[in-house]
């Protein structure tokens, strides 16, 4: 893969309804681990693509509708370009443990110019903490 022509095919990209599991404590769910959140967008993003990202998250995913974390995508062919991806909850379900999230991978990498997300329709995914 060339060092710009890999990067280029995460441009268009939205996954919808990746599932995570919080551990779950009566009604609670907690927030989803750094590197769960990661690995699920890198699963479902190689089962698009047909290729493995790298992907790594600064922070946990909270359990609440709404919130989000923006991590951090680079290909081993290209570890210098950085697409910004944002994870954002769209349901939580307290009985399971289970935490839905879209993805959005941005358009262009960061500190380049252009749109800044996606708004393509794309794939979805889930995890279990």
């Not at 710009?4 to 907690?30: H, I, K, M, N, Q």
Request: hydrophobic content about 40%; charged content about 20%.
């Amino acid at each position: 893969m060339g060092s710009g022509r890999g990067a280029a095919r995460w441009a268009p990209l939205v996954l919808g309804a990746l599932v995570l599991a919080g551990c779950s404590g009566g009604r609670t769910v907690e927030p989803v681990a750094p590197d769960a959140v990661a690995e699920q967008i890198a699963d479902a993003l190689e089962k698009e693509v047909g290729v493995r990202p790298v992907v790594t998250c600064p922070e946990e995913l909270p359990a609440e509708v709404g919130a989000d974390v923006v991590c951090d995508l680079t290909t081993a062919g290209s570890p210098e370009t950085i697409y910004p991806v944002t994870a954002t909850v769209t349901s939580v379900d307290t009985d399971t443990g289970q935490v839905k999230f879209d993805v959005s991978v941005a358009d262009a990498p960061a500190g380049s110019e252009g749109p800044t997300t996606s708004t393509e329709p794309g794939a979805t995914g889930e995890a279990t903490g």
